[in-house]
């Protein structure tokens, strides 16, 4: 149980275009679901939360109108990178926790962008 | 300063070995402590989850907390190659913070046979 899936897994875009990233949890309903963005050998640095039917709160320095986060259901959070650029390529990783979990987080696989 | 600081290694050590990981943390506020295993190009995956003082096992893992020092660790026995992973520090302060974990640096470990 507790499995988080991500879609894609890899997205190579040109500069200027937009990609969205879909983050599902697969067999149970997520009441808050994270994003964070890791750097090579980095640790992750969380971006934002998301609540279902509400509006994300971000991270100081980052920029909501760059990433777009959709908590439209409780088993799907969407992030969308607005006219990405070389420097916002990274592996994305969302997570989420249910009602019950509390401070547990189960993590989906990652996806890696790179902007051309 | 961090809020978690973790040592990044990279630690490599002899399969069988015993390996020892830690973390310290400045806030007083953290009540809940994770130890997370992440291979490369892959999202973390949840080892240990602690919240009181001492110790906890969980097969060849054991999470240490010493609250009154802030410090954290993980100790894995017999390790083995496939142990070879980044592993993350995770700490937490419960309450109104919703889950929103602080994590450490991650620590490289390689276990060669």
């Known amino acids: 149980g507790a499995v988080v899936s991500q879609h894609p897994s890899w997205v190579i875009c040109k500069s200027g275009t937009s990609v969205k990233i879909e983050c599902r949890s697969l067999d149970f309903q997520a009441t808050t679901m994270f994003w964070y963005r890791q750097f090579p050998k980095q640790s992750l640095m969380l971006m934002a939360t998301s609540n279902e039917g509400s509006k994300a709160t971000y991270e100081q320095g980052v920029e909501k109108d760059k990433f777009l986060i959709n908590h439209a259901s409780l088993t799907l959070s969407t992030l969308t990178v607005t006219s990405a650029h070389p420097e916002d390529s990274s592996f994305y990783i969302c997570s989420a926790r249910t009602v019950s979990s509390y401070n547990e987080q189960f993590f989906g696989p990652g996806t890696r962008l790179t902007v051309l | 300063q961090k809020e978690v600081e973790q040592d990044p290694g990279p630690l490599s050590v002899p399969e069988g070995a015993i390996v020892s990981l830690n973390c310290t943390y400045s806030n007083s506020a953290f009540q809940y402590f994770m130890w997370y295993r992440q291979y490369s190009r892959k999202g973390p995956e949840l080892l240990m989850y602690?919240?009181?003082?001492g110790n906890k096992e969980d097969g060849r893992f054991t999470a240490q907390v010493d609250k009154s020092s802030k410090y954290i660790s993980l100790f894995i026995r017999d390790s083995q190659p496939s142990d070879s992973a980044t592993y993350l520090c995770a700490t937490n302060a419960g309450g109104t913070s919703y889950g929103k974990l602080t994590f450490g640096q991650g620590t490289i470990l390689t276990v060669h046979p």
């Open positions: 602690t919240y009181s003082s």
